[in-house]
């Protein structure tokens, strides 16, 4: 079966690159009433995908949040890890593992040339689980902004505690499953495209629709957190809120959608182009925007710098 012998050749290229991430907390026991001593207690699991032969590695910043310690396995051998830095509105961290060398770096794709229909291999430690399962690319640039009230699961873990925006992800049908999270999406060529995040699902286990954070996004953001920089986005410099129906009518708005800028950072894009408060922002580079929701993916799809068309209704 020709589909067996590439899932075959790709799980025996990638897997060496792909790391199981065991999450520690300090957990206070004692008795009676009385505290003792504070010990390490595993809380959760994830997976992470190496970057460099001395061990750098990538995963999600929900996996990590919040660990006191991180001990992660590579090809059967166990490291202790640091956190090296975070992306928490990205979603994005990095690890190292202690005194790694000549560890198997993942060759890098590209996000930016998918097709809909193209076969991809979803790898990770779901359940504590090596495990590599095939499927298809299902959609790109899919958006979303995550909060408490989603239906989403990072793998059934809990919600982050920040607002992590997540633009032009990677729509699978590549089964994805607890442990997963921060696993690799990887191509026909064993190549990384994506890093696996997120599944829609009430029950918090996949149910056959899994996101990935692209490769070009994810390791960029990387590469900023390594080099000691803090990850940097586009940003229009104002403060939103969203405009529907009943507001439309409450205050005599001429449009009944959209987002409307209550303020204007000074010297911020926005300020510079000329927008006010008041604006109300109907689409972005042509595309129609419905919400403040809607303009903040939009904005963030973009890198700073870039030039955009902002449509407004003054």
């Not at 779901?126 to 909060?147: C, H, K, Y």
């Not at 921060?182 to 599944?199: E, F, H, M, Q, R």
Request: charged share 15%; aromatic share 6%.
């Amino acid at each position: 079966d020709e589909n067996a012998t590439l899932a075959a050749s790709v799980s025996q290229k990638c897997l060496p690159s792909v790391v199981a991430i065991d999450v520690y907390t300090n957990q206070q026991s004692g008795y009676y009433g009385y505290s003792t001593q504070n010990s390490l207690t595993e809380t959760s699991l994830g997976s992470g995908v190496v970057l460099s032969s001395d061990g750098y590695i990538v995963t999600n910043y929900h996996v990590i949040e919040g660990a006191d310690a991180l001990k992660v396995t590579i090809e059967g051998e166990e490291y202790d890890a640091d956190i090296i830095g975070s992306d928490p509105s990205s979603d994005i961290a990095v690890i190292k593992a202690k005194n790694a060398s000549g560890l198997t770096a993942m060759e890098l794709g590209d996000s930016d040339d998918l097709t809909v229909g193209e076969w991809v291999m979803s790898i990770g430690s779901p359940f504590g689980l090596e495990q590599s399962v095939a499927g298809i690319v299902s959609a790109t640039n899919r958006s979303q902004i995550m909060d408490n009230s989603s239906d989403s699961y990072q793998y059934g873990q809990q919600q982050p505690s920040t607002t992590t925006v997540y633009t032009n992800m990677i729509q699978t049908d590549a089964a994805i499953n607890p442990g997963n999270s921060g696993g690799a999406l990887v191509d026909k060529d064993g190549k990384l495209i994506g890093i696996n995040t997120l599944i829609t699902s009430y029950s918090g286990n996949y149910s056959g629709v899994g996101f990935a954070i692209p490769v070009n996004y994810a390791v960029n953001l990387a590469q900023q957190i390594i080099e000691g920089k803090t990850p940097t986005h586009a940003q229009l410099g104002v403060s939103l809120s969203t405009i529907n129906a009943q507001t439309a009518q409450r205050y005599g708005f001429s449009v009944d959608e959209g987002a409307y800028i209550a303020a204007v950072s000074s010297g911020s894009g926005a300020d510079s182009a000329g927008l006010k408060v008041g604006d109300i922002v109907t689409a972005f580079d042509g595309k129609k925007v419905s919400s403040a929701s809607d303009l903040m993916l939009a904005v963030r799809s973009k890198n700073p710098g870039d030039t955009a068309t902002v449509t407004i209704n003054r």
